[in-house]
């Protein structure tokens, strides 16, 4: 009886690193949000955490990773706001999508990142920095800014 008891927890024990199921089946991500640092950080580090995030979110897929860098108030035009519930649909989502980016840049406390997706073409997302962090995010009717 101890056997097939240990052999089920060795089984199991995988499972506890995706979160707690919720009701509908999926589990729920966790992430540790990011924490707004006072004095914001110079703005060649903030650029430096764009790039990260850029790679997190539309290279590797990792919407975890990525959700390090935003903060666990962000204002989210358009949706929902805060980041729990942004990660909670984008975790069932997200890793699926076939992803080809076209652009992304950082210029003062602002990234834009313009690519393909399986929702869309030509997605223009634009996230406001503050703290550090990605504090608020658009994604409708974006349009590319003029060199």
Not at 4 to 19: E, N, V
Not at 116 to 128: A, E, H, P
């Amino acid at each position: 009886m101890r056997g097939s008891t240990l052999i089920i927890a060795i089984i199991l024990a995988p499972l506890g690193a995706f979160g707690a199921p919720r009701s509908d089946g999926v589990a729920i991500r966790q992430s540790k949000f990011c924490e707004r640092s006072s004095p914001a950080p110079p703005d060649a580090e903030v650029k430096a955490r764009h790039d990260k995030f850029v790679d997190a979110f539309l290279v590797k897929k990792d919407v975890v990773e990525a959700f390090t860098y935003i903060a666990a108030d962000y204002i989210n035009n358009g949706a929902a706001n805060g980041a729990q519930g942004a990660l909670d649909f984008l975790s069932r989502v997200w890793k699926n999508q076939t992803i080809a980016i076209h652009r992304t840049q950082y210029n003062n406390n602002t990234s834009l990142l313009n690519y393909d997706g399986s929702y869309g073409k030509n997605i223009i997302d634009r996230y406001r920095w503050t703290g550090g962090c990605i504090a608020e995010h658009w994604d409708r009717g974006e349009v590319w800014p003029a060199s």
